[in-house]
């Protein structure tokens, strides 16, 4: 059998599709080879437990499942640009509202602050104006007292001196 492999190898040599065929074979079993060792070192592979990793993912999941269940029946989320600057309005003639208010108040305590000031200063240039006044009288007083006793008591005590 040894010589018909070897006749077979040498009708090989000769014929290109033989040698194309032998180099197919070669290639194959090389293949089978490869995938064998492949196969053998899925075997070898170990693969790692994930189940505490799996189980931390899952709880965080639920986690934020739940925080986004509470987030989504906020009403704020439920809001359109429509809704959104009806709100925004809404605040903003509320806070225009107290704002007026607090001018209103603001400009009520001024005139008041005003008025009594106002009423301080004109007393003041009253009381001043009565004091002249006063100050006026007391010396016209005293001028036509000293008038009166110049004219009506001097000559009375000269006639009586002036009796025998």
Request: hydrophobic fraction near 45%; aromatic fraction near 4%.
């Amino acid at each position: 059998m040894a010589e018909s492999s070897e006749i077979a190898e040498t009708n090989a040599a000769a014929d290109p599709a033989a040698q194309a065929f032998e180099a197919l074979r070669q290639e194959v079993a090389l293949l089978r080879r490869a995938v064998t060792g492949l196969a053998a070192d899925q075997s070898a592979i170990e693969i790692p437990d994930y189940t505490e990793t799996l189980a931390t993912i899952s709880r965080m999941v639920s986690s934020i499942g739940k925080r986004l269940v509470a987030l989504a029946e906020m009403p704020a989320f439920g809001y359109t640009a429509r809704d959104w600057s009806h709100q925004i309005e809404l605040a903003s003639e509320e806070t225009r509202r107290k704002d007026r208010e607090t001018i209103t108040l603001s400009g009520e305590i001024l005139r008041k602050a005003t008025e009594d000031l106002t009423r301080s200063l004109m007393s003041a240039r009253e009381a001043e104006r009565q004091e002249r006044l006063l100050l006026r009288t007391a010396a016209g007083g005293v001028v036509a007292g000293m008038l009166l006793w110049a004219l009506c008591i001097g000559p009375a005590i000269r006639a009586l001196t002036a009796l025998p």
